[in-house]
């Protein structure tokens, strides 16, 4: 199994749609959870992080489930610009960081 | 504030080459890291410093791949000789304790080998 594993995309949407993403991870003991966005041919940034009790920053929401070991990230209205590849990240332990297989997002006019 | 730097950009190589990539992290962070992210993949962790000494190797190609942080400030990674499934692009992170864990990407390195 692996450590950090993602809805398989491509994700289709039109725009104004809403979206949500899945991930699992492995490791019990994890101790932070993040969203990171990247858009084609550029490096990841942060998008963000997930905490225990949920949060919100806007349009986007991200869920922790420590019991079933998922995170979920939901996009309300999705906006054209929403296109990119979504990574969802763990951090089982000592600032080590696990990367998912990222999940693509396509918003269509 | 000056981001993650790294270079070359962009490096084209023969297999059976060899070739360096250079990696300058963001001021006072003391962990860095090299992710290898292929296409269509999300970024796999080569290594893992903290200061100047490696904290997690454990998925780095030793046969071929060596990456040092002398001073613990900059850092190298090397892959010697190079392979086709090499192609990739190789990106530098350093970690922001202080931002609750964020860790901050350079604009990689896109390596090619024919």
């Known amino acids: 199994r692996k450590e950090v594993e993602q809805d398989p995309g491509p994700f289709n949407v039109p725009e104004g749609a809403t979206v949500a993403f899945n991930c ?9 959870f993040f969203w990171y966005r990247q858009d084609c041919r550029k490096e990841p940034k942060l998008l963000m992080s997930v905490y225990s009790s949920g949060n919100e920053d806007g349009r986007f929401t991200a869920q922790l489930n420590r019991a079933s070991q998922y995170i979920s ?28 297989q990222g999940t693509e997002l396509s918003v269509k006019p | 504030e000056a981001g993650v730097a790294q270079s070359p950009r962009y490096k084209i190589i ?22 290898q992210q292929i296409l269509g993949q999300g970024p796999k962790l080569l290594i893992q410093f903290q200061n100047n000494g490696v904290v997690d190797d454990s998925q780095l190609p030793k046969d ?51």
């Open chain 2, 14 to 35: 023969e297999k059976r080459q060899s070739v360096a990539f250079w990696c300058n992290p963001i001021s006072g962070h003391a962990t860095l890291y090299w992710y």
């Open chain 1, 73 to 100: 990230l939901l996009i309300r209205d999705s906006k054209l610009s929403d296109s990119a590849t979504y990574l969802c990240v763990v951090n089982p332990r000592g600032g080590k960081l696990i990367f998912g």
């Open chain 2, 64 to 114: 071929r791949f060596s990456a040092e942080r002398l001073k613990g400030v900059d850092s190298t990674l090397k892959i010697q000789p190079a392979k086709l499934e090499d192609s990739a692009v190789y990106l530098c992170a350093s970690l922001d304790y202080l931002a609750g864990n964020t860790i901050y990407f350079g604009e990689g390195s896109w390596l090619t080998v024919v």
């Open chain 1, 24 to 32: 699992t991870y492995s490791n019990s003991a994890s101790q932070s």
